[in-house]
């Protein structure tokens, strides 16, 4: 029953759903500044983050005698958490500058999460972040679309790209194309003679991840890369 302290209680789902709040909160400013690491990066982490903690604290009570312990299998769970770092991190790839998969990662982290409240006899934890996930994956794309929909952002787009092929005008093509308008454009010529490096002011949506994708794709672009204007921390 759920008033019963088997650790898989009201208190625990509580937790939880804090852990989610506080944890959307923290991925919203990140989102809201356009750095790779956003609203659901933010918040899938940081639930399976809090799960991992619930199944290390009641997971393991029917393996535990009063007064001495039978086994310790918590040893085991933290070798998953460790040892899921690395599947996450080949998920990871940066190409041109373009920062992509970390929210398949933070996916992978979670379902690691799930498996284990499952393995430890905790089926409402499992339950209930399961449920989260869903929430997070389909709910807050649409939310964050809602919030930044009348207010666009001004971000600095930095490329490199070779001179004499027609990249300036495919650059600017997709750029309005994606419904930008270029607010200031400054270009330099390298030592190197045939790159141009470009820096240009957009004012348009907040999120540019598809353009930089589009634009990393293109022939004769050497690099891509974006920060806000205003803040270059990450």
């Keep these: 029953m759920l008033s019963e302290p088997s650790g898989q209680g009201w208190q625990q789902v509580g937790e939880?759903?804090?852990?989610?709040?506080?944890?959307?909160?923290?991925?919203?400013?990140?989102?809201?500044?356009?750095?790779?690491?956003?609203?659901?990066?933010?918040?899938?982490?940081?639930?399976?983050?809090?799960?991992?903690?619930?199944?290390?604290?009641?997971g393991f009570t029917d393996v535990l005698a009063p007064g001495r312990i039978v086994l310790d299998p918590s040893r085991v769970a933290a070798?998953?958490?460790?040892?899921?770092?690395?599947?996450?991190?080949?998920?990871?790839?940066?190409?041109?500058?373009?920062?992509?998969?970390?929210?398949?990662?933070?996916?992978?982290?979670?379902?690691?999460?799930?498996?284990?409240?499952?393995?430890?006899?905790?089926?409402?934890?499992?339950?209930?972040?399961?449920?989260?996930h869903f929430v997070v994956v389909y709910g807050y794309p649409p939310l964050v679309r809602l919030l930044t929909r009348r207010s666009p952002a001004t971000t600095t787009v930095r490329l490199a790209y070779r001179d004499g092929e027609g990249v300036l005008r495919r650059i600017l093509e997709l750029a309005t194309r994606a419904g930008y308008s270029v607010e200031q454009a400054l270009s330099a010529r390298r030592d190197t003679g045939r790159v141009i490096d470009l820096r240009m002011r957009l004012l348009g949506p907040r999120r540019v991840d598809d353009l930089l994708a589009t634009l990393a794709e293109q022939p004769g672009i050497v690099a891509v890369e974006t920060g806000g204007v205003d803040d270059t921390s990450e």
């Excluded at 899921?84 to 790839?93: E, N, Q, R, S, V």
């Excluded at 998969?101 to 996916?107: K, W």
Aim: charge should be positive.
């Design 16 to 58: 939880l759903v804090l852990a989610l709040v506080l944890c959307s909160l923290i991925g919203l400013e990140r989102e809201l500044k356009q750095k790779s690491a956003g609203l659901r990066t933010h918040t899938l982490v940081g639930v399976g983050a809090a799960l991992f903690l619930l199944v290390s604290k009641y």
């Design 79 to 132: 070798q998953i958490v460790s040892g899921i770092g690395f599947i996450g991190g080949g998920l990871i790839f940066v190409r041109r500058d373009v920062v992509r998969g970390l929210t398949t990662a933070a996916v992978v982290w979670m379902s690691v999460a799930v498996g284990c409240a499952c393995a430890a006899g905790l089926p409402l934890l499992a339950l209930v972040v399961t449920a989260a």
